[in-house]
């Protein structure tokens, strides 16, 4: 665990600005010890003749400190802009021409902005005690809330948002901002240890007890961090109860299905999948007699209603998907698909860590009535305020049989598949195919 601690702010000639509420360092760069220098807006950093643009014209950014927004500008399709990884190229630019720190300000139509960015740097950091930190940057690159960001214009002879606006022609010229600055930086580090909590029910069937059904859930969210407590309550207390309501129901089932079941609450998903990455290389299951995974991770979407609407991430890859269609159907429950594929959402939650080994998996997500642009709006409207926020907490209003319905779901897929004669398999001619249980190799890549 590292933490950045109180020594660590930015000094201004007009005043402090405070980790956590002014800004966040950015772990892929410099991220201890001092630097100072003059401020200078630099807006997107751009150098590109092709557009006949030239955002450091005229300056000298050796000692100084840039500041900047991250790309692209309104004239710039986004898609052109990321092909180019144009961001990291201007950053590196700025950096060969001697700037001592990058600081980030918002343009206002970020998806992830500066503001976010600086809550979650500024949080505690957490990695494997066999993992070393990456390189990256040789300097600083911290990220600025808009509060913050006020405060770097306070002498500037062009106002915050003036300098933004003009920041998105071609014919920008960056300028001092009057200001200097000096960044300190100073962490803490200790160990510690996390767990995933397992436990099973042994199958009925005398070969088939061999084999295993497994249950997971994330149990942890951020805790208590910079005096906040993050009780994620949707993301993911919902999905930790719903999987012990499934197990609470298996216990009371005599006889017990012919597979055995396994059930595991994991730790560290929200820091990079800790839990059931550690558990899939060092199973206390055999992986190879790991039937399938079932997965619940949420935003607390099965809440908004009673559940009628059904997202099985991963179906299309595996004979899961069927079990899915059959279950969802007997229930009077419309199964849609990916509601936002550029999300990625079926690399992003445990259940990948067993895919890696080549389980067949599914994650569940539940939802009410409606069309897949109703659904996203709220869900894109609850993660704007409450996604890994304190205020991920439990609501008045929440619909708890909608909470019921995907417990519902889960237990009788899962009694499905531990009573039927073969193991779940991936479906030939898709993305994951080829794979077999116990896989240690990389998997291939989307495109691929």
């Known amino acids: 665990e590292t933490v950045y601690t109180e020594e660590t702010g930015i000094e201004l000639d007009t005043g402090s600005l405070k980790n956590g509420v002014d800004f966040g360092v950015a772990p892929f ?26 955002d450091l014209e005229g300056l000298n950014l050796s000692g100084k400190i840039a500041v ?134 042994e199958g009925s069937d005398p070969k088939l007890k061999a084999e295993a059904v497994l249950f997971s859930a994330h149990y942890d969210a951020y805790g208590k961090d910079n005096g906040k407590i993050y009780n994620g309550a949707a993301d993911n207390a919902l999905g930790t109860a719903e999987m012990l309501a499934v197990a609470e129901a298996f216990s009371k089932m005599d006889p017990k299905p012919k597979r055995s079941l396994v059930f595991l609450a994991v730790t560290g998903e929200e820091y990079g999948l800790y839990g059931s990455k550690y558990w899939a290389k060092n199973p206390t299951w055999d992986i190879k007699q790991v039937a399938g995974n079932l997965n619940l991770d949420g935003i607390g979407s099965e809440v908004y209603g009673p559940v009628k609407v059904m997202v099985g991430y991963g179906a299309e890859y595996s004979t899961l998907g069927k079990n899915l269609d059959d279950v969802a159907k007997a229930m009077g429950i419309s199964v849609m698909p990916d509601p936002m594929p550029d999300e990625k959402v079926f690399l992003r939650s445990d259940h990948y860590s067993f895919v890696e080994r080549g389980v067949p998996a599914l994650m569940l997500l539940g939802g009410p009535e409606g069309s897949k642009d109703s659904l996203v709006e709220r869900i894109k409207a609850w993660e704007k305020v409450h996604y890994h926020q304190p205020s991920d907490d439990v609501m008045e209003g929440w619909d708890w049989s909608g909470a019921q319905t995907v417990a519902q779901v889960m237990g009788i897929i899962g009694l499905r598949v531990a009573n039927e004669n073969e193991m779940p398999s991936w479906l030939p001619n898709t993305r994951f195919g080829k794979l077999k249980r116990g896989n240690t190799k990389s998997l291939p890549k989307e495109e691929d």
């Not at 700025?94 to 740097?121: C, H, Q, T």
């Not at 990256?136 to 003036?162: C, H, N, R, W």
Request: aromatic residues 8%; hydrophobic residues 35%.
């Open 68 to 201: 900047m927004m991250e790309g692209p500008p309104k004239n710039i399709p986004k898609k052109a802009w990321d092909e180019q990884e144009a961001t990291m190229f201007y950053l590196v630019n700025a950096v060969r021409s001697g700037a001592k720190a990058l600081i980030y300000i918002d343009n206002g139509r970020e998806k992830d902005p500066p503001s976010l960015m600086a809550d979650y740097f500024s949080r505690r950091q957490i990695a494997l005690e066999s993992e070393s930190e990456n390189g990256g940057a040789p300097v600083p690159i911290i990220y600025m809330t808009q509060e913050g960001a006020k405060k770097l214009f306070a002498k500037s002879p062009v106002p915050m948002d003036t300098a933004k606006a003009n920041a998105e022609s071609n014919s920008f010229k960056g300028f001092a901002l009057g200001l200097k600055a000096k960044i300190k930086m100073k962490r803490s580090s200790s160990k510690g240890t996390a767990r995933n909590v397992a436990g099973y029910f």
């Open 29 to 54: 760069g410099k991220t201890e010890g001092s630097v100072e220098g003059d401020l200078v807006f630099i807006s997107y950093g751009i150098v590109a003749d092709s557009i006949k643009r030239n």
